[in-house]
T-cell receptor, first 115, second 115 residues
């Protein structure tokens, strides 16, 4: 089982709709989670960082974390064509006894917002 | 404020050679992390340096190493290059430890081709 799994999509939503991106992770001990956005041919950008169960909102973006079910999601409200990109979920995992964290990425979900 | 800069932007090497990539973080940022991105494996975390010390690391062989200087600039070295090392190498900087902050900025990357 991969450490982080995402539906690769593509996910298409109409402009103005809510886009829902999901991610599951395998290590129950994981504590911190990230969402990145990457436009085609560009470097990733960090959108959200969440470590507490529940919702974290930042503008049109809401990250949701459910540690019991081991999933983290990203909601984009009022989707815009400029939101069309690949969204990467990442999870911090600390291998036992190493004292060093490793960051695992999902393969990304490609989102297209249709005008 | 200048962004994260990486040099060189493009590099072609042959198998067995070694390569050194450089990253200059945003002024005032103390953490530099390195990533490898390939079409097959996606985005993978290599390691993070903070205050000249490696703090976190991914699952890469010892051929991949790095260091950070007192001015926070960082270098990454890959020895005995293999064809599979062909990738986009990204660095990112953060004001604090990467994994405890939602502030992280990526550079444009160095495209390494191994022939």
């Amino acid at each position: 089982q991969k450490e982080v799994e995402q539906n690769s999509g593509p996910l298409s939503v109409p402009e103005g709709a809510i886009a829902s991106l999901n991610c599951t992770y395998s290590d129950r001990g994981s504590q911190s989670f990230f969402w990145y956005r990457q436009y085609s041919g560009k470097s990733p950008e960090l959108i959200m960082f969440i470590y507490s169960n529940g919702d974290k909102e930042d503008g049109r973006f809401t990250a949701q974390l459910n540690k019991a079910s081991q999933y983290v999601s990203l909601l984009i409200r009022d989707s815009q064509p400029s939101d069309s990109a690949t969204y990467l979920c990442a999870v911090i995992i600390e291998p036992l006894g190493t004292g060093a964290n490793n960051l695992f990425f999902g393969t990304g979900t490609r989102l297209t917002v249709i005008p | 404020k200048a962004g994260v800069t990486q040099t060189p932007r493009y590099l072609i090497k042959t198998r067995g050679q070694q390569v050194t990539l450089s990253c200059s973080p945003i002024s005032g940022h103390r953490s530099v992390s390195w990533y490898q991105q390939t079409p097959g494996q996606g985005l993978q975390f290599l390691f993070e340096y903070f205050s000249e010390t490696q703090r976190n690391k991914g699952n890469f062989p010892g051929r991949f190493s790095g260091r950070q200087f007192s001015n926070s600039r960082s270098e990454m070295n890959v020895s005995t290059l293999e064809l599979g090392d062909s990738a986009l190498y990204l660095c990112a900087s953060s004001p604090g430890l990467t994994f405890s902050t939602d502030t992280q900025y990526f550079g444009p990357g160095t495209r390494l081709t191994v022939l």
